[in-house]
């Protein structure tokens, strides 16, 4: 079962994306480097809780 996860930015902490990620597979938090509107910039961004 895949669950939603709500991406966060490093820099500015807005929350600006969402994906699925499989729970049973991926037990650690995704980190993935996508683009900020906010910060006009590419960043990493985190799963938050």
Known sequence: ???KV???CTKCLSRNYTTTK???TQTKRLEIKKF???CNEHTIH???K
């Open 22 to 24: 499989n729970k049973q």
């Open 46 to 48: 985190k799963e938050s």
């Open 1 to 3: 079962m895949r669950e």
């Open 6 to 8: 709500t991406l966060v």
């Open 36 to 38: 900020c509107p906010k």
